[in-house]
């Protein structure tokens, strides 16, 4: 759906019923003390307990089931038409209302939502039309940094009014990572922990950030997580390599990802060739396959979790 569609759904007459509407619905569970949250497009105040909470974001998902609340709707994860394998248990009657590329609008308003938890990239436009509808909480997060998360679930849990739960929660992935860190140490030399995390996509390989939210974890983890200085800053990902540039991410681990099918059988190809074979990663059996809607699209503290028990399962092997 194009924003010009997504402006015809949203015609004056029906937001201002549906406000109306929600004004009524705020009023009712109007519970827990007011608050007021530092946005990305300024102050927002939730009042209340929210009950009927809405998701656009991955880490969203992940936060709000952490904190004991199931949302009403949510996106796809990247490359999947439903939530993450890791959240399907957790969320498998969560109404789908887009993808991280294109929301339904017309399936979030059908939601009735009386909070909206976005992505740091919602648009300007987009948060101008959803915030006649509910109070929408996007993080003020600039950039790709490895704590990101954290941060993110934080404000999550304010406007869900579900904080300790979400502190909680944080100081268990961050006293997991330390205690695996001291076993990779112990266990690995120095010069015997760079680690690549590798996105393939049909088109070919992605080397992923070192400031992303894996690959954070990783180097809480004890790895060094390294990106062959080929992803800008700005980017969380690089441009896409081709067979013969692999050499550039021939560390002592790669951790390679994929999204689905599609990815997984231009992988299984790419393994036949002589380029991918002689890396000395491959010779030396250290190429980890991964979830890659796991380990490069989700975030949050119950995805950490997933990640350290792979990341538990490499050190321990």
Do not use: C
Request: aromatic share 6%.
């Amino acid at each position: 759906m194009n924003t010009a569609s997504a402006t015809r759904i949203f015609s004056s007459h029906w937001l201002t019923a549906f406000a109306i509407t929600a004004g009524i619905l705020f009023a009712s569970h109007a519970t827990a003390a007011p608050r007021t949250l530092e946005t990305a497009y300024g102050e927002v105040a939730v009042d209340g307990q929210p009950e009927r909470v809405v998701t656009l974001y991955e880490g969203a998902l992940d936060t709000a089931l952490t904190a004991g609340i199931t949302p009403l709707g949510t996106i796809a994860t990247r490359g999947g038409t439903g939530v993450a394998a890791y959240l399907q248990d957790k969320a498998k009657d969560v109404a789908i209302v887009g993808t991280s590329r294109e929301l339904n609008l017309e399936a979030v308003v059908a939601q009735q939502p009386d909070l909206i938890l976005a992505s740091p990239q919602l648009s300007k436009e987009q948060y101008e039309l959803l915030s006649g509808l509910a109070p929408v909480i996007v993080p003020p997060m600039a950039g790709w940094k490895t704590d990101n998360w954290k941060q993110e679930a934080r404000l999550f849990a304010k406007a869900l009014d579900r904080e300790a739960s979400i502190e909680q929660a944080i100081e268990a992935v961050e006293g997991r990572t330390e205690q695996l860190a001291e076993s990779m140490h112990s266990r690995y030399a120095e010069n015997d922990r760079s680690a690549y995390l590798v996105r393939w996509m049909p088109q070919g390989a992605l080397v992923m950030s070192s400031q992303l939210f894996t690959t954070g974890l990783l180097s809480a983890a004890g790895f060094e997580v390294e990106d062959g200085g080929l992803v800008n800053g700005e980017r969380p990902h690089s441009d896409l390599l081709s067979l013969e540039n692999l050499s550039r991410v021939d560390g002592d681990w790669m951790f390679l990802a994929t999204l689905n099918e599609e990815g997984r059988a231009t992988l299984d190809a790419a393994r036949k060739s002589s380029a991918f074979s002689r890396l000395d990663v491959v010779q030396r059996d250290r190429v980890i396959p991964v979830d890659g809607q796991l380990w490069t699209s989700a975030s949050g503290p119950l995805a950490a979790q997933a990640v350290l028990d792979g990341i538990e399962s490499v050190i321990q092997q």
